[in-house]
């Protein structure tokens, strides 16, 4: 799906806030390359610094407090992180598109969706009304809104939570960005409705080769969508890998524990969902070594208290930020064990006897 | 739309009848004879019972409450205890005086309120936002009729620039009507602007951290651009039902303001009924009054679906 091209390149991204009690470390240090084409997944718990890295890089937290070192280089030459909020202004919405998660509050309820959706054509294109309404209209029939024409004149209220998050799509791809990030752009809506839409996307990016970056904190949505895959925690990329390598065989304990967390249908032998044990750290308060390891069930000695571990490629493209990668046969019996119990009440009742 | 408007004007007709038992009730409740104070030290029995006779004050509180009602509802709300004049003329007369003065106020207040709450909303906690904040304090705090004394004593007596009170007609003599009208719309200007401050600070606010605001930058626009038709668009709807408010407790509630400038309203007209006991002058005030506030409600509420696409259609 991707090809060679690399659209994004992410280096030493750093973002910090300052806050009462001393800076607040979101992101400590992500690298990446986005591909032409490519989706990329970057998948974590809330406040593992997933959404921040990627709002910004076009600065679209709010600094200060925030601050953000590192480079983010688009299409080649052009560096954000350095960028002025005037240069910014001419990226955001035309080279990077974002859906943010909520349909139903990121559309202003007093506009009509086609002024929504023409505001930043006319504004980035210098399209004139009508030919940004044209626009519009195949917009809105490409992301599957019926009788669009008529659609246009319509207000946020007048579509249901799955349309407004269509129409949300439209706004981020109205000005063919290079980019389109979307940000748990699924977790708000109904599960039939959450395939619909990535399903939707897939499409979109198969027909105008842009690169997505999804984030999301559900690894089941990952894996139907993903080319790679970027595990996140305490602001740290914990495992990158492609979306295959990765569900194949996960490397890292907080990997393990993601997918041990993970419902599968059908399945009789357990009776309930595993839990990682413990919160996430604070970002004012980040554990010594190892981010993970006051949390790790795998392995906790001196070394993982003191001293923190690199980003290491264990496999040709599987990078792991761990100094014990979990042995095949335990992630094999991980995954094993992350099956949802739905016996049959009696069996449950003779069990518990 | 259309159905709208005529189920918020029903619903305006039956609380106006609703203010109309209130107002009656409980002005009758009051204790106070009313015809005993009008006739004073030259009180006669005779002459006492002739006038209650005539003033209709002898019949049951039911009937007295028909007859009035029915008496309004033609434009007849009776004669004057106190001057034996028909007490529609006498308001309608003081009417054009009071709403001068209230829309006058309001203009003051949404001069200032409007730039002043925007910029602290947008500058929130730089030295301009703490400035408004300061302002919007004293505003609310200082007593009216004290700020309209010392206006008068600065702008009127020691400068002499502007009339210290009076009313003059804006058809009579446009000119001498607004010298006399600045002081006293400044004073209550100055109160309502306090008071809209704070609000509209607080609903731009609001508006600003809306998520549809982080889409609009994530698009790329300007941020004049999102102020004006992200921010600003969106915090009107709230303004706008306040302001509607203020205009509305403006028309009824400025007594003070009328009284410290000598102003013919019908806040005076009002006041002094509450004085001399003077029952349907002061049932006809307050009814008036009454009315004004849930006309301006209407049309508020009217302007409001227009704002917001949302309410024409539930």
Known sequence: ????????????????????????????????????????????????????????????????????????????????????????????GRRVGFVFQDPMTSLNPVHTIGRQLTEGMRHHLGLSEGDARDRAVDLLHKVGIPSPERRLDDFP????????????????????????????????????????????????????????????????????????????????????????????????PYTIGLQASLPVLGDVDRHDLAAIPGLPPAPTALPEGCGFHPRCSYRDDARCATERPPLTEVVEGHWVRSFYEVPAEDAARAAAASRIDIEPPDARDEGVA | MGRYVLRRTAQAAVALLGVSIVVFALIHLVPGDPVRTALGTRFDQDLYDALIARSGLDQPLLVQYWNWLTGALTGDLGVSFRTGEPITAALLQRLPATALLAVASLLVGLLIALPAGIISAVRQGKPVDYAASGFSQIGVSVPDFWFGLL????????????????????????????????????????????????????????????????????????????????????????????????????????????????????????????????????????????????????????????????????
Not at chain 1, 159 to 169: H, K, L, P
Not at chain 1, 171 to 192: R, W
Not at chain 2, 217 to 227: E, F, Q, T
Not at chain 2, 242 to 259: C, F, N, R, S, W
């Open chain 2, 151 to 314: 206006l008068i004593l600065v702008f009127a007596r020691t400068l002499g620039w502007l009339p210290p009170s009076g009313y003059t007609s804006p058809l009579e003599d446009p000119v001498e009507a607004i010298r006399r009208l600045i002081l006293p719309a400044v004073t209550a200007g100055v109160v309502t602007g306090a008071i809209l401050t704070r609000f509209v600070r607080s609903s731009v606010l609001e508006a600003m951290s809306a998520e549809h605001v982080r889409l609009a930058r994530a698009k790329g626009m300007p941020d004049r651009y999102i102020l004006r038709h992200h921010v600003l668009r969106n915090a009107w709807i709230p303004v706008v039902t306040v302001t509607g408010l203020q205009l509305a407790t403006l028309l009824g509630g400025i007594v003070v303001v009328e009284v410290v400038f000598a102003w013919p309203g019908v806040g005076r007209y009002a006041l002094d009924s509450v004085v001399r006991r003077d029952y349907p002058a002061l049932q006809g005030a307050v009814l008036l009054i009454a009315a004004g506030f849930l006309l301006i409600n209407l049309l508020v509420d009217l302007l409001y679906a227009k704002l917001d696409p949302r309410i024409s259609v539930s």
């Open chain 1, 1 to 92: 799906m991707s090809d060679d091209e690399v659209v994004l390149s992410v280096r030493d991204l750093e973002v910090s806030f300052g806050t009462k009690r001393g800076r607040a470390q979101v992101v400590r240090g992500i690298d990446y390359d986005l591909h032409r084409g490519e989706t990329l997944a970057i998948v974590g718990e809330s406040g593992s610094g997933k959404s921040v890295s990627t709002l910004a890089l076009t600065k679209l937290i709010p600094i200060p407090p925030g601050r953000v070192t590192g480079t983010a280089h688009l299409g080649g030459d052009l560096e954000l992180i350095a960028m002025s909020e005037q240069e910014l202004s001419h990226v955001r």
């Open chain 1, 157 to 252: 209220h007048q579509f249901s939570g799955g349309m407004r998050q269509r129409v949300v799509i439209a706004i981020g791809l109205s000005c063919d960005p290079e980019v389109l990030i979307a940000d748990e752009a699924t977790t708000a809506l109904d599960v039939t409705t959450q395939a619909q839409i990535t399903d939707l996307v897939a499409e979109l990016q198969a027909e105008l080769g842009m690169a997505v970056i999804w984030i999301t904190h559900d690894l089941g949505v990952v894996a139907g969508i993903a080319d790679r895959v970027l595990v996140m925690y305490a602001g740290e990329v914990v495992e990158a890998a492609s979306a295959e390598a990765l569900f194949a065989r996960p490397r890292h």
